[in-house]
């Protein structure tokens, strides 16, 4: 079975501009969380959701957003790049009911 | 509030040199702690959950054992593909799917 996927795996941007992460969960699975990595750091909360309604928020600004689709698949938005939201973009899906999440490869956001 | 503190930060072992590795948490009604391993630039591998106190559980040369404020990943003739960074994670209080982590554990183990 396919696990958690990720795109882009990796991605270059500067000072200013928009990014738009997506992720596919385990077949199955209806509950997508997003985290930030930073480098020699745990994984950070930043999103939850769950039949496409928003059921948590961790402490980022308004710049980051995100959506839950029909299919599962989610998308992180992030507004107005900052040097600072370089990091390793993680998605984890889980079984309804279930704590146990499984996470994707990451996605890899570099801002200059 | 919730917390979690894992101990050693980095830890190097010769193949064969057993050791443990700690993780402290402070959460109101623990719902799980969940052990990950995560190797450089990759996203974190499911490794154990535990529910309750006294409970173990193992995969090869790991054993993730729990009391009511720490949990322990004990690692038993480790080999040098073990070398990766041990994560310790719990749910918010409150919360579901929001996992609270700590910094991670760098395990190196030399041939």
């Known amino acids: 079975d396919a696990g958690v996927t990720q795109s882009p795996t990796h991605l270059i941007k500067t000072r200013g501009q928009h990014v738009t992460l997506r992720c596919s969960p385990i077949s199955g699975h209806k509950s997508v969380s997003w985290y930030q990595q930073v480098l020699g750091q745990g994984p950070q909360f930043i999103f939850q959701?769950?039949?496409?309604?928003?059921?948590g928020r961790g402490n980022f600004p308004d710049r980051f957003s995100a959506r839950q689709f029909p299919n599962y698949s989610s998308e992180l938005n992030v507004n107005a790049l900052l040097l600072g939201d370089s990091a390793l973009y993680l998605c984890?899906?889980?079984?309804?009911?279930?704590?146990?999440?499984?996470f994707g490869p990451g996605t890899r956001l570099l801002v200059l | 509030e919730d917390q979690v503190t894992q101990s050693p930060e980095a830890l190097r072992l010769q193949e064969g040199e057993s050791s443990s590795l700690n993780c402290s948490y402070t959460?109101?009604?623990?719902?799980?702690l969940f052990w990950y391993r995560q190797d450089p630039g990759k996203g974190p591998e499911f490794l154990f959950t535990?529910?309750?106190a006294g409970e173990e559980k193992e995969k090869e040369r790991l054993k993730a054992t729990l009391t009511k404020k720490e949990s322990f990943l004990h690692i038993t003739a480790p080999k040098p593909e073990d070398s990766a960074n041990y994560l310790c994670a719990v749910p918010r209080s409150g919360g579901y799917n929001k996992l609270i982590f700590g910094a991670g554990t760098r395990l190196a183990v030399h041939p």
């Open positions: 959460v109101s009604g623990l719902r799980g």
């Open positions: 535990l529910y309750s």
């Open positions: 984890a899906s889980s079984l309804p009911g279930e704590e146990t999440q499984y």
């Open positions: 959701y769950y039949e496409k309604e928003e059921r």
